[in-house]
């Protein structure tokens, strides 16, 4: 990986991975970098699993389903 991006994403979470997406989307030319404080790889997610978080739910406005429609992320 290269040292040159556009743009720098702080968290790979629901917000920050949608916001990548849409941004290749929008703008397949734009150099992106997440950047995250957990491995990303399958086989690192037990361990960057958080128990102060609820994992079991997460609500959302009615625009973010909107937004994930638009992206083809919820159908």
Request: aromatic share 8%.
């Amino acid at each position: 990986m290269g040292t040159d991006t556009d743009v720098i994403i702080a968290g790979g979470g629901l917000a920050g991975a949608t916001l990548a997406l849409a941004l290749a989307r929008v703008s397949p030319g734009l150099r992106v970098t997440v950047v995250e404080a957990f491995p990303l790889s399958a086989e690192a997610l037990p361990d960057a699993y958080q128990p102060s978080y609820d994992a079991r739910s997460t609500a959302l406005a009615w625009g973010s389903r909107l937004i994930f429609e638009e992206l083809e992320l919820w159908s």
